[in-house]
Structures are given as C-alpha cells and as structure tokens.
C-alpha cells in the first residue's frame, strides 16, 4: 500500500513538473506538499525561527482570537509551516525552554498564505511549563516546575500519599491545589464514601487514623491556601525528532464559557470525544451543569445539550450509525442518548435488583449497534440491546476490580481494563465466559486499552509507566518501558496501521506513538498541561483527545503529517 501510494504521488509530482528532495531537505518537501494540499477555504503561515544559540522542535502557536482556536506547529532546522488555517486575527508566539520572543498579530484571508519571522532571545536558564502553552521561562501567573522530591517532601504522609491517592490521580494533580484543611478533609471524607453517591474511591480498611491524620497533615502543609502552584519536572528532556514533529499539527478548539450557567466554576472539564457520521466531534463535558457536546471542526462552531440532571456526571460516550449519541452516567447510573435533531434525551435506568451498587463508565458499539458499557463502581459489564431495548449486567470475576476502559476485537469478544487490580479481561459474549489476564508488573493500575486489527490486545500501566502487549492465542504478556520517567499511559489505541497510541500525562502532556516492528517510541508533547483521558482516531489518522486537566477546555487534535490532511471533519 505505501508503494502504490509513493509510485501515485510521484506521477502526480512529474506530470506537475515539481521535484522534491528529500533526506536533509525533507522539511522544504514536507513545506511545498502541504501548501499545494490546502484545504479549500483555509490559509497558511510559514517562516523562520532564529536564535543565537542552537535549538530543536520550537513550538509555534498560532491562536485564532475570532474563533477561539489554536494551530501548533514545530520548527524543523530552523523552519516552520502551519496549514489549513481558519481565517481570521491571529496572535502568533514561539514557545522554547529557556527562550523567549515578540508575539506578533496578523489577519489571515482564505486562501492567503503569509510568511513570519521570529527572532529567539536568550531567557533565563530554569526551564518552566506554564499552564496554557508550551515551555518558556516563568512569568507571573505561569506554573513553576520542579522534581518529584520538591513537590513530594519525604515523609510519612508522602508513602500515605503515593499508596493511596497518587496511583489514580497522577503525579501533577495535587501539586496544583491551593486548599485549607476543612477542604482537604472533606475530600479525604468523600473518597472514603461520605455524601458520596458514587460510594468509597479508597476501599475500606485500607487507611488507618493514623494514616488519615498523616495524609491531612501533609495534604495541607504542602498545598494549603499558601502553598505555590506548581508542576513536576522531570530530570530529562522529552526526546524530540525534529524531521517527523516538522509535519505535525496540533488544534484545540477552546469550548465557550457561559457567564451564567459557568459562573459557580469558571472552567469546563471535557473528558472523552467521538466522532459521528457528518464529521462532527461530541464530548461529555463534566463541569456542573453536566453537558453533552459537539463541534464542527469545519467550522469551530459548538452546540450544548444540557443534561436532565445537572450533575448525573457523563462520563464515556459513543455514536451510533445514526448520529444518535450515548453515554454512561456515573451518579444515579443510568445510560443516555441524545437524537441530536430533536434534542430529545433518553435515559434507561439499570436494573440494580440483587447487583451491588452501580457507577457507568465508557460505552463502545457492536456490529449490531447494541451498547456495551462498563461499571466501575460495582464492578460489572453491561450491554443495552438496541433490539429489545433492555439491559443486562454480568458480575466481573474479581471484586473490586474497577472495571475501567472497553473495547471489542473483530470477533466482538469484550475486552475491558481492571483499573484496581492490575488486569485485563475478555468477555465472551457467546458463551458468557470470563478470561483474565494479569499485567507483568504488579501491582499497577490500568486504564484503557486497544484491539490491533491482528487481535492483539495493548495497554497502558498507569502506575507502573508501561505499554503492554496480550496475544490472546498464546496468552503471552510482554512489556513495554515508555522511555520518560513519570510515565502515566492513560489511553492506547491503535491506528489503522497498527502504529500504537498512547496519551501521557506524566511529562505535563504528550502522545506518544508506538510503533510494533521497530518498538521505537515518538513523542508529540501537547500545548497545554493535561491528561488525554481518551483517544479517537480518524480514518485519516487524526488523533483526537480531550485535555481534561488543562486550564483551558477543549476537544482537542493531531494531525501527525499535514501533507496527508484532506479535511478539518472527523470520520471514524
């Protein structure tokens, strides 16, 4: 296919009277392509980045102010390029450890290309993230980074910490609160299961007073209302290949803030998207009032569905051949859809009768269109027949298993994360048999995982930093080191080629791209500071995520080679 592919494109690039070169000019032929690809309607800006002192992968922001949409591109050798544009006003800015430079505003009319230049001075040497873009020095208002042990002083409520809160919320939550104690000891209460409709996040017997008092007194000692915001830095740089970022493009599509229904919170929390038949992207937005959402990446246009119950809490969603969308509630649990040309929402209540209590979590759809969904607070999988429009429960194997991330192979057995306790199911639904199999590194929690098209089974070791790899034939298991510390695989999904996606919170924000027969791994950090709770991939190979942790929402997305693009729509 990628010989036929190569032997197309250079009749198309002969017949043009065009000759590309390639090696260690491969960013002037990525730049040429991509401006002869041009979306109609759209516009592209290209230049050069200068500085006195050698420099790799600068990020290039180019935020759309009309819209509300950022473009990112990185240098390569010194040059960069971003396409498909929107029109409109632009603030333009380069963002690189220990640089700085002038942000420039410019207009882009469709169909326009324009060229800018920036010129990089040296800043000081500490080496920051900030909350809203790439890396720079720190400014007010900016996010100061330091090591693990600076943000995590040694100490007894620090082992409390890391056993009982940190394997699940991740290394950069915490360092970013600002709570006094009666907060703090609310949270601590609500996790054990006090006025928590959700039921205990800590199970029982698992923390002693004496742990508790630990915890509160470090909790408030380290981010207590006097406490600095703060991020963690890791005691190496994120591996960039300048060549293969030069063709990528990032864009966030900035959901609006309501003055009235967002004034309680001031921000938005997106957790997953999807894509539907017409190229729209959805997601469940879980600020309070709960949302179901979708934009037109076309266009940067929103629309909002409010929920029924402003705090129902969707979580995972999914569309159906008819656009019809659905998703699973995590208080009251119940199972949603929406038909998104009336607006008319449907809720079906699980029948709870002799089950443990229950918490939705992620849907997925079969061939037939029945929804297959997981419980994590109950520890159960479900399945919505669409024939019957009745829902049926099985009890997972293990008890407390937190049953997490779903997925179907081609013969649509269920496979299904054990946050909890370290494993991956399978679900036969034929024979209504379990199978489990145990990660390599335990303990760990795991998240989400993907089917390959050959039936392999991928997942991320949350805690442990690891990409794992199931043959169901063969039950072998095998384990993958992501090479940066802190490592914190939330979502792997694979492409239509096989290449393996993982989104990582570990370093402040990146996806990371697994490729199988080389086992090389290649980062695309991210613009804002975030988790990528869930990936969607195109039948384009788009990468779509939501930065849930960031401090500006969005429904979120890399292009991996803009030479590639033929829309701004989403297909699956």
């Not at 006195?52 to 935020?63: E, S, Y």
């Not at 207009?107 to 040497?125: N, P, V």
């Not at 629309?303 to 979580?315: C, I, L, R, S, V």
């Not at 859809?337 to 009768?353: A, E, F, N, Q, V």
Request: hydrophobic share 35%.
């Amino acid at each position: 296919m990628r010989q036929r592919r190569t032997i197309i494109l250079a009749a198309v690039v002969l017949s043009l009277g065009i000759a590309f070169a390639y090696g260690a000019r491969s960013f002037t032929a990525t730049a040429g392509a991509a401006e002869n690809g041009l979306v109609p309607g759209t516009a592209s800006v290209s230049g050069t980045v200068e500085a006195a002192a050698p420099f790799k992968a600068a990020q290039v922001h180019l935020l759309n102010t009309d819209k509300n949409v950022l473009f990112m591109v990185y240098t390569s050798g010194g040059r960069y390029r971003a396409v498909n544009l929107f029109p409109g006003r632009y603030e333009v800015s380069v963002r690189k450890a220990g640089f700085a430079a002038d942000a420039r505003t410019i207009t882009l009319t469709a169909g326009s290309t324009r060229t800018l230049d920036f010129s990089l001075r040296a800043q000081a040497a500490e080496q920051l993230r900030q909350g809203e873009f790439g890396f720079t020095t720190q400014r007010p208002g900016e996010l100061r980074l330091q090591s693990y042990d600076e943000l995590y002083p040694q100490g007894p409520g620090r082992i409390v910490l890391e056993k009982t809160c940190l394997y699940c919320h991740g290394k950069n939550f915490f360092p970013g609160k600002q709570y006094p104690e009666a907060q703090w000891n609310h949270f601590i209460d609500y996790m054990l299961g006090k006025d928590n409709e959700r039921g205990a996040m800590v199970p029982a017997g698992t923390l002693s007073q004496a742990d508790r008092a630990a915890l509160l007194g470090y909790l408030v000692t380290n981010y207590g209302p006097t406490s600095e915001k703060r991020g963690l830095r890791a005691a190496t740089d994120i591996p960039l290949d300048e060549a293969t970022l030069g063709k990528a493009m990032y864009v966030e599509y900035y959901l609006p803030i309501d003055p009235k229904l967002d004034a309680g919170n001031k921000q938005r929390r997106t957790q997953e998207t999807h894509f539907d038949p017409s190229g729209n992207v959805w997601y469940t937005d879980r600020s309070v009032p709960n949302r179901i959402g979708r934009v037109d990446p076309r266009t940067g246009e929103f629309k909002d569905f409010m929920m029924p119950e402003a705090t129902a809490d969707p979580h995972g969603l999914t569309v159906d051949a008819n656009g019809h969308v659905f998703w699973a509630e995590t208080t009251g649990f119940s199972l949603g859809r929406l038909d998104p040309k009336t607006g008319s929402i449907t809720r079906y209540p699980m029948d709870m009768t002799g089950q443990r209590k229950g918490r939705g979590h992620t849907p997925v759809l079969d061939s037939k269109q029945n929804v297959w969904f997981t419980v994590i607070v109950g520890d159960m999988l479900g399945k919505w027949d669409r024939a019957t429009g009745k829902t049926t429960l099985w009890n997972v194997p293990t008890l407390g298993a937190a049953p997490y991330g779903i997925a179907l192979d081609r013969d649509e057995n269920v496979w299904f994360a054990e946050f909890r306790r370290g494993k991956i199911g399978k679900f036969d639904p034929r024979t209504e048999k379990f199978t489990e199999y145990s990660a390599l590194t335990q303990p760990c929690t795991i998240r989400r995982l993907g089917v390959d098209s050959t039936g392999i089974v991928w997942y991320g070791g949350f805690s442990s930093g690891k990409l794992g790899r199931i043959d169901p034939k063969t039950g072998k298991v095998v384990e993958y080191d992501i090479p940066m510390p802190f490592a914190e695989p939330y979502d792997v999904w694979p492409d239509r080629q096989d290449q393996i996606w993982i989104s990582d919170a570990g370093q402040g924000g990146a996806l990371i791209r697994f490729d199988p027969r080389t086992e090389k791994f290649t980062y695309y950090p991210t613009p804002q500071i975030t988790d990528q709770p869930k990936l969607s991939i195109t039948r384009e190979g788009a990468i779509w995520y939501a930065p849930r942790s960031s401090s500006k929402a969005a429904a979120g997305v890399l292009y991996p080679d803009v030479t590639k693009m033929t829309t701004l729509a989403a297909y699956e």
